[in-house]
């Protein structure tokens, strides 16, 4: 394949072979990479119903002793004591997968895919896409608090990579892939295309580009239409309609989402703190899984409503009608289930306990307002909505994530400024409590750095005339003069170049150092220069003359006018660092433009004057 570069040098118009043109649209790479990311969602859409079906199969073996794929809770087992054996024995099979299949497949997914972005160029062992959905299906099928989309996440991500290691693929490509295939996945479970996208953003892509989000749209668009076909068309989390809401209810959203945004951190640390006392255990970590699968069979005895993915208790508390002592329930006991799980490394994921206990904690808080403001109109379905997406924006500061999801997968349009009011109060505690994520907490413990902002390319946004010297003050030379002449002149000088000229026109730059280091005193300056010589267009972005000069190790391009071909200035790679210095400078520099202080007693001054 081609790169921007390849285009601009070998593309050059005669009779000038290394003046680059503009780069066109690399279309055919885009559909290229589209079309991939299309057929991996179909994929993937299939392998979503599978996974429930699996699901459902384990859960129907284990609990009732049947063989059926028809989805079944567990709370309904019929076991007593003996319901604590079931996530022990789910453990010991998923410990026994990531020692002889691939550990990889232990945790909730989302995490594991940016660290195989940032630190592998997307390479993600292909036994992952099998190994995982199959080790998901027997945690949660034997109880295990998760839910099936961190799973198809994981597995739809390592699809797309498996994809992009076998062909002939960029990394940034196969990156794409990755995050289309990923974000497909949730897509075919819960149905909502715009968050999946919103996702990939968010927690994976780290850009925003046509050339990635558009692959992942499509995929994300496929995804639904895989859900709608394969699953249903109807909400996801069903729930009462919600009527329109005044200021007073939206302060009273935005202070239940302040409140999750505390829980949300405390949630987090919990996790991990469990997750760092499992690795002080003195057993392998193979046995972690079983270990915590006893935690998960003991509460499941006490709470059944814990067992497994238990998406019926969002639906539920959605509902409003869930009592005070099955949302506490909720509350502790799915948290402690899911957090010990967590932390001993089994397969599953996070977001359908997060979904569970923040509309849990929700509802609650909306009873709580309910009584002490009475007069304010607080809906109990809204306030679980809320404390549902608020918690997981709180916990993983994917907040236009977390606001988009709750409305697609209710389909609740007029949800959308208490969404906001709530979400943003509960991302903005969460950012000023804790500097990680549960998403990052992992990933940053192993040295690895993830990207903080979401900007554009500085390169891409300035071209090669916004920085290049003008060689009217530049030193020249005719190209038949001889180069031991010129080193006294350059080193008085302070410029990093030289001008060949042919008569009156430039033909050519070269870096003094050059000069120097010629050791053939008599050599000719001519001689010197590049054949042909490497040149930029003004017009060009220098992104692309950084890459010319990657590509060829050189420091230093002429730059030539479009239309006449004559060489018009130099540019250099200190002119692209001092780029990124001007944004560093609007980053830190903190400085006063306008003081009001200062122009009112210059206006007070000049009244007395006139008095």
Known sequence: MTT??????????????????????????????????????VIVGFIAKLLVMLIGLFTNIFFFGTFSFHETSPAEHTLGYFVILIPVLGGIIVGLMAKFGSRAIRGH???????????????????????????????????????????????????GSFCGQTLHITAQERKVLLAAGATAGMTAIFGTPFAAILLAIELLLFEFSAKSFVPVMIACITGACMHFALFSTEPTFPMPEVTGVDSWAVLVYAAIGAVVGVISVLVTKAVY??????????????????????????????????????????????????????LLSLCLWKFLSWAIALGSGTSGGTL?????????????????????????????????????????????????????????TTMQESTLLPLIAGCSTAYLISFLMMRTTIMTEKIVRRGIQLPENYRPDVLELKTVADVYHDLSSSIKCNAHEAIVKLKPILIESEDEFLVIMNETRPIGIVNKRKVFDARDEGLLAGSLLEEPPLTIYPDNTLDIALEIMLKTSQNTLAVADRHTREIVGVVTEWDILRVFEKRFMEDKHIKQHISLKRNALRMLTKAKQKV
């Open 4 to 41: 921007k570069t390849d285009d601009n040098i070998h593309r050059a118009e005669a009779p000038s072979p290394g003046l680059p043109t503009l780069p066109p649209a690399n279309t055919k790479r885009i559909l290229y990479i589209t079309m991939l990311a299309l057929v991996n969602a």
């Open 109 to 159: 997914g989302i995490p594991e895919a940016m660290e195989k972005i940032v630190t592998e160029e997307s390479k993600i062992h292909p036994m992952v896409t099998i190994l995982k959905p199959l080790s998901s299906a027997v945690s949660i099928g034997t109880g295990g608090p998760f839910g099936a989309e961190g799973p198809i996440i994981s597995t739809g991500g390592a699809l």
């Open 273 to 326: 703190a469990i997750e760092d006392a499992f690795e002080k255990l003195p057993v392998h970590w193979m046995w972690w899984p079983a270990i915590g699968g006893i935690a998960v069979g003991a509460i499941g005895f006490v709470a059944p409503r814990t067992l497994g993915v238990g998406y019926y208790n969002i639906t539920d508390a959605l509902s409003g009608e869930l009592s005070l002592y099955v």
């Open 352 to 408: 359908a306990p997060l979904l569970t206990i923040g509309s849990a904690i929700g509802c609650l808080l909306g009873m709580a307002a309910q009584q002490y403001f009475p007069e304010v109109n607080i809906s109990i379905p809204l306030a679980a909505l809320i404390g549902m997406a608020a918690l997981f924006a709180g916990a993983s500061r994917a907040i236009l994530t977390s606001i988009v999801f709750a409305m697609e």
